[in-house]
């Protein structure tokens, strides 16, 4: 209801970056800490999905590469081997703006990519 009412009352205010798959408020992408390398700051949701950051709009590719091997530990052949919307689901928010840490801002060009594995039977 309240997100609704921002983008139909608002759309020249911004808002706080929430997960596409369960609405939460995401926190900030940072520096992803872990066994692989990854090179793009990042983040987890607590409803299991992954984001990865692209802060140039430029690496669209790569950065969601990421997120998928880090949706799946690490584990490239996997995360390679994945079909969308058979083994993941796939979402992005655009115009992300990082050092607000809010979406909609006008030439805010960041982009979120989130995956969220599907469980399998
Ligand atoms: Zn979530």
């Known amino acids: 209801m309240r997100w609704e009412h921002l983008l139909c009352k608002?759309?020249?205010?911004?808002?706080?970056?929430?997960?596409?798959?369960?609405?939460r408020e995401i926190e900030r992408p940072q520096e992803i800490e872990d066994d692989q390398w990854y090179e793009f700051e990042?983040?987890?949701?607590?409803?299991?999905?992954?984001f990865a950051f692209d802060p140039t709009a430029r690496n669209g590719g790569a950065v969601l590469l990421q997120a998928m091997v880090y949706a799946c530990s690490g584990d490239w052949d996997w995360a390679t081997s994945m079909g969308r919307d058979e083994d993941y689901l796939e979402a992005r928010i655009e115009h992300y703006d990082s050092h607000t840490h809010q979406?909609?801002?006008?030439?805010?060009?960041g982009t979120i990519y989130f995956i969220r594995l599907i469980p399998r039977a």
């Open 42 to 50: 990042g983040g987890r949701c607590p409803c299991g999905a992954v």
């Open 103 to 109: 979406v909609g801002a006008e030439g805010a060009f």
């Open 10 to 23: 608002q759309q020249d205010r911004t808002f706080p970056a929430r997960c596409p798959f369960c609405d």
